[in-house]
């Protein structure tokens, strides 16, 4: 039986593994996509908000030539971190079920895993969920969110190139959305239901936004909303004047956010606050009320996903690690 199980391999789930590896306990990290899949999935051009040592996990210095870390910088790093620790991080295992193993409370969790060409069970001690929220847009529930021109990820401003792009949103996915596909050559729209850009999008790229906007090479659709998708338009509103107009679009990101999947959790008993979408939890430990199950990272954060990131959720793994030696043992 695994002592200690990890679903998901972003920084805080690495994290734990580091702390469990330090500690001497056998760990799995187990990932649906792959280590830092997150990251990955980042804008290729992307910077972190955050200094480099910030992010350091397991005192592996965190090396950059500049001063806040790119996103292929994350990639070699987080790389490096799980090569230096001999981290076991099984990437393409997707958890999609708990149970418990006989035995009750003391015999563990039977944890289903669905791979590429098979399905097949671990059994462990403790399991941690460090699954993050990037996997789930927060979807609007327009028509025509399905169509194939929709996007709530953003890669890079090349593919937009001479086309008419509608950007929905106003926080720091979408001003460095907007402001790359404009400079890759799209003619961008930005549409948010606030009166301005959000107080989270970072200082220094707000003047730029601001200025794109001001000078109309950006326009933006202020107290408005997107309230239909269609394959050559989209139709927004004005929270003002309830009028409708339709605006050109050859494609549409829609920024909006993510959140944390909290499924299973619920599925093996932990409570789950209808508001907040935090996962019951000690903060002290990490705990659930369900004994051996433990939360690291975003998921604890609920539906606030700008609470915890990884300057603040990286010590997770240490309190995690700290209590299954001092309750549950490593058997």
Same mark, same amino acid.
């Given at each position: 039986m695994i002592p200690l199980l990890v679903v998901g391999a972003g920084p805080c789930g690495l994290a734990v593994g580091?702390?469990?590896?330090?500690?001497? #306990?056998?760990?799995?990290l187990l990932d649906r996509r792959t280590i830092v899949s997150t990251?990955?999935?980042?804008? #290729?051009?992307?910077? /972190? /908000? &955050?200094? %480099?040592?910030?992010i350091e996990i397991g005192g592996v210095p965190f090396v950059t030539s500049n001063e806040k870390p790119t996103r292929r910088d994350g990639l070699i790093y987080y790389r490096r971190v799980a090569e230096h620790f001999g981290l076991?991080?099984? $990437? *393409?295992?997707?958890?999609v079920s708990l149970a418990r193993a006989d035995g009750g409370e003391s015999g563990g969790w039977r944890v289903e895993v669905r791979r590429e060409h098979d399905v097949t069970q671990y059994l462990a001690r403790n399991v941690v969920f460090a699954t993050g929220y990037y996997d789930n847009p927060n979807y609007l529930g327009i028509p025509g969110e399905d169509l194939s021109h929709v996007s709530h990820y953003f890669l890079e401003g090349h593919h937009y190139w001479h086309r008419q792009l509608i950007v929905i949103g106003a926080g720091n996915s979408s001003v460095d959305a907007a402001l790359e596909s404009w400079r890759a050559g799209a003619?961008?729209? #930005?549409?948010?239901f606030g009166e301005g850009f959000d107080r989270t999008v970072k200082p220094w790229v707000l003047p730029d936004i601001t200025n794109r906007v001001k000078e109309g090479s950006i326009a933006a659709h202020w107290r408005s909303r997107?309230?239909?998708?269609? $394959?050559?338009?989209?139709?927004?509103? &004005?929270?003002?004047?309830?009028?409708?107009?339709?605006v050109p679009a050859d494609a549409v990101l829609a920024m909006t956010g993510y959140h944390a999947d909290t499924t #299973?959790?619920?599925?093996?008993?932990? %409570?789950?606050? %209808?508001? &907040?979408?935090? $996962?019951?939890?000690?903060?002290?430990?990490?705990?659930? %009320?369900? $004994? *051996?199950?433990?939360?690291?990272?975003v998921i604890a &954060?609920?539906?606030?996903?700008?609470?915890? /990131?990884i300057e603040n959720a990286r010590g997770h793994g240490e309190l995690i690690v700290a209590h299954v030696r001092a309750t549950r043992g490593a058997r």
């Amino acid at each position: 039986m695994i002592p200690l199980l990890v679903v998901g391999a972003g920084p805080c789930g690495l994290a734990v593994g580091v702390a469990a590896r330090q500690a001497g #306990l056998d760990c799995v990290l187990l990932d649906r996509r792959t280590i830092v899949s997150t990251i990955e999935r980042y804008p #290729l051009g992307m910077t /972190f /908000f &955050s200094t %480099p040592e910030r992010i350091e996990i397991g005192g592996v210095p965190f090396v950059t030539s500049n001063e806040k870390p790119t996103r292929r910088d994350g990639l070699i790093y987080y790389r490096r971190v799980a090569e230096h620790f001999g981290l076991d991080v099984r $990437p *393409g295992e997707e958890v999609v079920s708990l149970a418990r193993a006989d035995g009750g409370e003391s015999g563990g969790w039977r944890v289903e895993v669905r791979r590429e060409h098979d399905v097949t069970q671990y059994l462990a001690r403790n399991v941690v969920f460090a699954t993050g929220y990037y996997d789930n847009p927060n979807y609007l529930g327009i028509p025509g969110e399905d169509l194939s021109h929709v996007s709530h990820y953003f890669l890079e401003g090349h593919h937009y190139w001479h086309r008419q792009l509608i950007v929905i949103g106003a926080g720091n996915s979408s001003v460095d959305a907007a402001l790359e596909s404009w400079r890759a050559g799209a003619h961008v729209t #930005l549409v948010h239901f606030g009166e301005g850009f959000d107080r989270t999008v970072k200082p220094w790229v707000l003047p730029d936004i601001t200025n794109r906007v001001k000078e109309g090479s950006i326009a933006a659709h202020w107290r408005s909303r997107v309230i239909a998708i269609a $394959p050559t338009h989209v139709e927004v509103r &004005s929270d003002v004047t309830q009028a409708v107009e339709c605006v050109p679009a050859d494609a549409v990101l829609a920024m909006t956010g993510y959140h944390a999947d909290t499924t #299973l959790l619920r599925d093996i008993g932990v %409570p789950v606050d %209808p508001a &907040s979408g935090v $996962p019951a939890h000690d903060e002290a430990t990490m705990a659930t %009320p369900v $004994p *051996g199950i433990y939360l690291a990272g975003v998921i604890a &954060s609920g539906n606030d996903a700008n609470r915890l /990131f990884i300057e603040n959720a990286r010590g997770h793994g240490e309190l995690i690690v700290a209590h299954v030696r001092a309750t549950r043992g490593a058997r």
